[in-house]
Antibody, heavy 117, light 110 residues
C-alpha cells in the first residue's frame, strides 16, 4: 500500500517558522516528485511547489519564493516543507502529494493544520 | 481570482449526469495535461482524472474527462449522494511556471 503520512498539527506565532514532514512508504521514493498544496479556510487549493526526490531540484510558487524551502531525506523516504516568517494568512491545511511527470497528484498525505495566531 | 475558471456550484438529482467545466488559456489547458480532483471536507483530495481523460485504478467509469482547446470538462454519471464534494481541475501554466488549480466547484446531489 502506498502511503504518505504527515506530521501533526502546529500552532505558531506570526513571524515564526514551521516545518511539516511527509513520510512515504510502499513505493520507490526517488522515482517520483513531491508537491505541497495548501488550503486556507474557506478557500480553494493552492500549489506551493515541488521537489524532485531523485535529485532534490525544486520549483517554488513565485508568491512563496524566499519564505519556503522543500527538502527530502532519501534515507528515510521523507519530504519536508519549511515555511518562514509566518503570517495569519498562512493559516491553512498543508498537504503533500506524490507527483507524476505530468503533475498529476495521485497519492496525498492526510493533511497538516497549521494555525498562525 | 483563479487562472482556471470553474462554476462555483452545480447540482443534479441522484442517478442523473452532471458536467463541470474548467476554462483556461493556451498557456495552461491549451498546451498541458489536465487533472481532476474530488475533495470531501476533512479528507485529502483524490485524483479522479489525469492526462485529460485517464482514470487511475479504482476510479469508476462513472467519472470521465475530456478537453477541447482551452477548456476541459469532468463528467459524472449515475450520481450518488456520496459524490457530493468539491471538484478541482488542475494543470501546469507554462507562462506563470506554476501549477494552477481552478477555484473549485461544489457538487450537490439533490
Amino acid at each position: 500500500q502506498v502511503h504518505l503520512v504527515q506530521s501533526g498539527a502546529e500552532v505558531k506565532k506570526p513571524g515564526a517558522s514551521v516545518k511539516v514532514s511527509c513520510k512515504a512508504s510502499g513505493y520507490t521514493f526517488t522515482s517520483y516528485g513531491i508537491s505541497w498544496v495548501r488550503q486556507a479556510p474557506g478557500q480553494g487549493l493552492e500549489w506551493m511547489g515541488w521537489i524532485n526526490a531523485y535529485n532534490a531540484n525544486t520549483n517554488y510558487a513565485q508568491n512563496l519564493q524566499g519564505r519556503v524551502t522543500m527538502t527530502t531525506d532519501t534515507s528515510t523516504s521523507t519530504a519536508y516543507m519549511e515555511l518562514r516568517s509566518l503570517r495569519s494568512d498562512d493559516t491553512a491545511v498543508y498537504y503533500c502529494a506524490r507527483a507524476s511527470g505530468t503533475f498529476a497528484f495521485d497519492i496525498w498525505g492526510q493533511g497538516t493544520m497549521v494555525t498562525v495566531s | 481570482q483563479s487562472v482556471l475558471t470553474q462554476p462555483p456550484s452545480v447540482s443534479a438529482a441522484p442517478g442523473q449526469k452532471v458536467t463541470i467545466s474548467c476554462s483556461g488559456s493556451s498557456s495552461n489547458i491549451g498546451n498541458n495535461y489536465v487533472s481532476w480532483y474530488q475533495h470531501l471536507p476533512g479528507t485529502a483530495p483524490k485524483l479522479l482524472i489525469y492526462e485529460d481523460n485517464k482514470r487511475p485504478s479504482g476510479i469508476p467509469d462513472r467519472f470521465s474527462g475530456s478537453k477541447s482547446g482551452t477548456s476541459a470538462t469532468l463528467g459524472i454519471t449515475g450520481l450518488q449522494t456520496g459524490d457530493e464534494a468539491d471538484y478541482y481541475c488542475g494543470t501546469w501554466d507554462s507562462s506563470l511556471s506554476l501549477l494552477v488549480f481552478g477555484g473549485g466547484t461544489k457538487l450537490t446531489v439533490l
